[in-house]
């Protein structure tokens, strides 16, 4: 007993430690700390050995300056004048050639990741292509292979390469998955920028925008969804099956001559706004309203039609500065024609 | 030519508004860059605010875009390189033992420009809608399309004008410091803050021209329709970025060098020593500056520059850390067998060592391209450039205002209270920025006006929070210590801090209006400190005494500063609707800017043709002075 | 190093009168400088040229707009105009005031005759061509970089007429003359930024490289 209590006394400031220290890291699915993919993976490889080099530069700085603070402070009646020193031209070459050994150290590994990363697999057979266009406020993913378009959930298969073709249809973005890569920029002057990703792991991971893009920057995030292979391939074809329409005749019109001048739900629709394809099954609504049907957000989701609901209510109050008319405002939709459509596309699943 | 010996002298306000000499500038600077010191500090903490908790709405979301711009233009254009301007002013022409700089009449012309900038940058708040674009203003978010009120308007004309000063400001100074220099002075004999504002102002002198240009385009795109930026058109948005960058990067530069500089005076004033190692310090300086020309990509890592272009920029950003290191080790081994004294001023220089090198540390970490693929434009970022700005900057300049305070005033800050003012700034700036590196690296981008709840961020962003507070609170501690300094008689030593070493501790606090009755003769390095250790009090004069000519005070430069913000102020609103007769026909027929430039040319004109033949100050009334003093 | 006393404007002008004074040398020095500043200026300038010359959009493109004996024209009276301000700095060397003010005048005029040829090139383009600022990239780029230059030399011409007038009121003096020479100063400097867009507008845009 005596044992376990004292095992306890020594292991529970380490266990303390290594709870603050993992909650410093991060949340699994968002922190560059906790890679989940090979590219960030090396990325936090050449962050840990910068860390390491600058933690043991900041330990030498801050053991002379506190040496000498202490050492050579001026003492009451000290009053001969110390020896005026020119220079030491031996300890001058020293601290030059120290960091300029460590800066070699860092380079050689930077140039070799930045060559890695640079890699183009867009002409890769095994490499699944996405184009992927950034709007205010939100994502469109595009998958030329296989005719499918969608928004603000990446879906994509274990262990590929998801050779990524990024551009705006507005104003710069930049793509940023931290679980998964660092950023890459939507230029807005007309060139592609490629980049890719890459993970074993299945499951839900964040994006963001990292630059500012307008009012709701803040909340133009989006998720990257990994399954398996399986899974993938289910989730194209089911993207490509026929939807249902609305059963309630009126509403099936106010929905076609409202929504879909921007939106597509399947066939139908125009590409002004995201696509609402399987649009229930998705992880959020507008991006921030998380639903508690996805896999990620067991605290703080609603359920999907509630979610739809008070987007459609009032978009702005959701996402300020977003493009969307106001459903109520300017569309005309009365409240009973939001829940039905809300009901709608709740129920416009897609299954992995 | 007549010694205009009855000149007329200008009394109060009249005086602060045409005065051409250097050490009232200084305070001019002072004042004009405190005011917008304290704007800028309060965006900063209404920030901290917003961003206390998650989905906080204490401002909207486009406000919060208004303050973060507004915040960092404010905080480089308007708030620290005029505290930059006021000590180089205070402070160069006495360190080389010159009577004023080489322009008198061009450094009140730089002043007034850049305060005319500054509040006509400063009026957006009140005229619609500050900008809103991020202090970078990246197009097109900048452009008509996406910002449709004149908030960016007044950014690329209010800069402009700052800009403007600042030039001329860098010219004056680059001038200055050649030509003006005391006999025996020779460069390798300058004092290191006159050495790294030498070179500051070089880097002003080449790097300000170029976001003239930037800023010119934009103003094209935006009020005359042009199509620099505008992709339908064959535009090119990310020229914007090599143009803005190929001047901010230097600027960092422009602003870190001179608080180098101070760091070195103090230093080596409070340790008792000549600087450590003081060639290899003015080598790494102009390394440094020669350097800041070449990295400005590195911000630009994700742009999509290709592989080659991001190893280069990188390389040359680590390559940086050789230089800066050189200083660091000079430093401590400056204090190194010295006699250290903890006197405000080098408190804050000793604050400044490790915080310097922590933002130094983060600034090589992100020279690493593919890292900074992860770092880029989240908090890691914003956590690097305070301890960069702030943790370098701000603490030199405060190091240096505490240091030089009574050459400028004749009275010393109190120490007691300059001792909290350090602890509470520089607690509060580490509580502020130090989890800022974390919540970058678990996944906060920069610049987001609020964030959603249990993504790990709630706690640190409350903690910063805090920290901005204890800093604000530090900054109230200086005001109060200033305010009851200023009650205090004048009437310290020529020498204060007992160990002066250079030029200024060798005249009177505040010195006269002509600095030195006698041009002194300089035998090395560190002159008066070389005088005081072979028995002398004084400096040996270089000249007789004789009458000192001085340039007449005129307010021309400040009707010309004022032309320029009436001009940019009316062509601003060249295609504006008033809904009112009078004020479409002037502003849309580019009458008040008309009105303005002929305010400014006129003045130009006026002093073309009538030359200021000066004045003299008579050898009794130095003599009489020189008795009393 | 001097001291900085005030010029005793009496007695004969030495063979440089713009650097007998502190003032008049720190004037040429800072000149310079700012001189460095503009070549910045001009350089970004070039810079934002070169990458958007050939974005023509719907307008046309240089080969197609410019026509090159005009502007041959205005680089031979320029260059021409930068000759003649040398002769007046020489005229100024040998305290001849008369024939100072004579080159200066002749200078003035080659410049007023270069900005009337560019004014014409542009009026032409706008009303005939109706080409403008907002027609493209390549027409703003266009417009602004020779449009600066334009506004710097009708700020030069504007200059130099002045200090013609206060030659003729104040006489050459030692507070006269380094302001004739830094203003000689950036007549070549105006000149030498034509000789580049000649190049690089002009004869590249016509040879469509």
Partial sequence: MMKRWKAIRRLGPLLIGLTLLLSACGREDLSTLRPQGSVAEGQYGLMKLSIGIMIFVMVVVFGIAAYVWVKFRRKPGQNEIPEQVEGNFKLEVIWTAIPIILVLILAVPTIQKVFAFGEDYSADKNAIKVKVTSHLFWWEFTYPDYGITTAQDLIIPTNKKIALELKTADVLHSFWVPSLAGKTDTNTDGTINKTWIETSKEGVYLGKCAELCGPSHAFMEFKVKSVSQDSFDKWVVSMKEPVQTIEDPAVAEVFKSQCLSCHAVGEQGGSAGPNLTGIGSRESIASILLNAEGSGNTVDGKPVKDNLVEWLTDPQLVKPGNKMPSPKEDLGLTDAEIKAIAEYLADSKVSY | ?629 | MTTPHAPKVTGALPHEPEKATLEGRNKILAFWLFLGGEAVLFGTLFATFLTLRNQVAEGPSASELFSLPMTAAATFILLVSSLTSVFAIQAMHRGNKKSLMGWLSVTVLLGLAFLILEIYEFSVYMIHDDYSMTTSAFSSAFYTLVGFHGAHVLFGILWIGILIGQLLKKGLTVVTAPKIYVSAMYWHFIDVVWVFIFTVVYLLGKAGV
């Fill in chain 2, 1 to 629: 030519m007549a010694h205009a010996h009855s000149v007329k002298r200008h009394k109060g306000l009249m005086d602060w508004l045409t005065t051409v000499d250097h050490k009232k500038i200084a305070i001019l600077y002072l004042w004009a860059g405190g005011f917008f010191f304290g704007i800028g500090g309060i965006e900063a903490l209404l920030i901290r605010v917003q961003l206390a908790k998650p989905m906080n709405d204490f401002v909207s979301a486009q406000q919060f875009n208004e303050l973060i711009t507004m915040h960092g233009t404010t905080m480089i254009f308007l708030g620290v390189m005029p505290v930059i301007f006021a000590l180089m002013n205070a402070v160069i022409p006495l360190q080389i033992g010159a009577r004023d700089v080489a322009f008198p009449f061009l450094n009140s012309l730089g002043f007034w420009t850049f305060l005319f900038g500054g509040l006509l940058l400063n009026l957006s708040w009140i005229m619609g809608g500050a900008p809103d674009a991020g202090w970078t203003s990246y197009t097109p978010l900048s452009s008509t399309t996406y910002s449709l009120t004149h908030g960016i308007d007044f950014y690329t004309i209010g800069l402009q004008i700052a800009g403007l000063g600042t030039l001329i400001g860098g010219i004056n100074f680059l001038a200055t410091i050649i030509t003006m220099r005391a006999p025996g002075m020779s460069f390798m004999r300058m004092p290191m803050f006159t050495w790294t504002s030498f070179i500051t102002s070089a880097m002003i002198l080449f790097a300000f021209p170029a976001i003239t240009v930037g800023l010119v385009l934009l103003t094209f795109d935006r009020i005359l329709g042009a199509n620099f930026f505008d992709v339908s058109k064959g535009g090119n948005p990310v020229l914007w970025q090599h143009i803005f960058w190929i001047f901010g990067h230097p600027e960092v530069y422009i602003l870190i060098l001179p608080a180098f500089g101070v760091i070195s005076e103090v230093i080596s004033t409070f340790s008792r020593k000549r600087l450590f190692g003081y060639s290899s310090m003015v080598f790494a300086t102009i390394l440094i500056a020669f350097l800041g020309f070449m990295v400005w990509a590195h911000h630009m890592f994700t742009t999509g520059l290709g592989p080659v272009a991001n190893a280069l920029f990188s390389i040359s950003t680590m390559l940086i850390a050789v230089p800066t290191g050189i200083k660091i080790f000079n430093w401590l081994f400056t204090m190194w067998g010295g006699q250290i004294r903890f006197t405000v001023p080098n408190l804050f220089a000793a604050g400044f060592i490790p915080t310097f090198v922590m933002g130094g540390v983060t600034g090589v970490m992100l020279a690493s391209a593919p890292a900074d693929y992860q770092y880029h434009d989240t908090y890691f970022v914003v956590a690097h450039f305070h301890y960069v700005i702030v943790g370098g900057l701000v603490l030199g300049l405060f190091a240096g205002l505490h240091y030089w305070w009574p050459k400028m005033f004749g009275r010393m800050l109190s120490e007691r209270l300059g001792k909290w003012e350090f602890w509470t700034f520089i607690i509060g700036f580490h509580l502020t920025f130090f989890v800022q590196h974390f919540l970058g690296l678990i996944g906060m981008q920069r610049r987001v006006f609020t964030y959603l709840p249990n993504q790990g961020f709630d706690l640190m962003n409350l903690v910063s929070t805090i920290g901005a507070f204890l800093m604000g609170v530090g900054v109230i501690i200086f005001l109060v210590n200033v305010v009851i300094t200023a009650r205090q008689p004048v009437g310290v030593a020529n020498d204060p801090w007992e160990d002066g070493r250079t030029l200024e501790w060798s005249i009177p606090s505040p010195p006269p209006e002509y600095n030195f009755k006698q041009i002194p003769l300089v035998r090395g390095l560190d002159a008066f400190w070389k005088e005081k250790t072979a028995g002398h009090k004084e400096m040996t004069p270089a000249e007789p005494v004789g009458p000192i000519h001085m340039p007449s005070a005129t307010i021309l430069p400040f009707l010309m500063s004022l032309g320029i913000f009436i001009a940019g102020l009316g062509f601003m609103f060249t295609s504006d609707d008033f809904g009112n007769n009078f004020l479409n026909f002037i502003f849309n027929n580019y009458i008040v800017t008309g009105i303005g430039l002929a305010i400014t040319f006129g003045s130009m004109l006026w002093r073309s043709l009538f030359d200021d033949h000066g004045w003299h100050i008579e050898q009794d009334e130095l003599n009489e002075k020189g008795v009393k003093a």
